[in-house]
């Protein structure tokens, strides 16, 4: 019961992977100015979901089954149905697992600028970290690859020893806490995201420290650091030079300096006159935290 009803939410999680991962490649319009990156955690969010509503059913009908004492069970096809599990699962997460490390090994970074033609600019999306709804998918897939075996035995029990079809129910109690558990962290890093966290790979401190080592710096202030994806982070903010140096050369500097140690996906550098007041500027303080 619970291979049968995992197998199909790990069709879907598939395709909704595939969708989302072609939708990002989509370019920037005027009504979405930073692209459809974040199609592909919202393609996450809706698989992670979908895995706990289907999972949520299960669960419930297992409950049922044990007080109603409904064993029901045909040993021959649930063995038939955990071994093609076996065999799909296994076919997936190959194939989820084949397009993460061929892209990873062939570009450097974790994102590259997306190719002219849809095709080349599907393919190139994929870097290293992975796409958000496919690592989605990935770690669903191997949960259930697990679970599948695990119904697999249970099956081989029931099969020679009919008495405990009650293990088809507790295999289901068993393997839903593990699918749960592994979801649990791809949901934080959707809700990380969607929430305009900072990166975890970059600080605060670091950024802004970094900055004033430029020439001519001599404050930083409305430092903004958000992740656009898990593996797209973008950077806002104020420096205050002082008046004998020249901004555009600042500003180049400053961009230059970003992208060689923080590898930004997008930055956004205001350059003003350094002022003695700006330190009691409440705007121009740092985040407490």
Known sequence: MTDAAHLLTDLGSMCVSIFSLWISTRPPTKTMNFGWHRSE??????????????????????????????YDIDGHVMLIT??????????????LHQSTTFHGHSHGSGYEKIGDSPTSGLLM???PHGNTSVRAAFIHVIGDLLQSIGVMVAA?????????????????????????????????????????????SISHGAVKEV??????????????????????NVVSVHVAIDGSHDPDTVLREATEVLQSKFDFFMSTI????????????PQCQDPMG
């Not at 093609?84 to 997936?92: D, P």
């Not at 806490?177 to 962290?185: D, E, Q």
Request: aromatic share 10%; with cysteine.
């Open 156 to 200: 081989i029990m029931i099969y020679f020893k009919p008495q405990y079809k009650i293990a088809d129910p507790v295999c289901t109690f068993l393997f839903s806490i593990f699918v749960l558990g592994t979801t649990t962290t791809i949901l934080k890093d959707v809700f990380w995201v969607l929430m305009e966290g900072a990166p975890h």
């Open 125 to 127: 999306h994929i870097g």
């Open 211 to 232: 900055l004033l080592t430029v020439e001519g710096v001599r404050s930083v202030h409305s430092l903004k650091l958000w992740a656009l994806t898990l593996s797209q």
């Open 41 to 70: 955690i919202l393609g996450a969010l809706a698989s992670v979901l979908s895995i706990w509503i289907v999972t949520g059913v299960l669960v419930y009908l297992a409950a049922a089954r044990i007080i109603n004492n409904d």
């Open 270 to 281: 205001q350059v003003e006159k350094y002022l003695e007041d700006m330190g009691d500027c």
């Open 82 to 95: 955990s071994g093609c599990a076996v065999g799909v699962n296994v076919i997936m997460a190959y194939i």
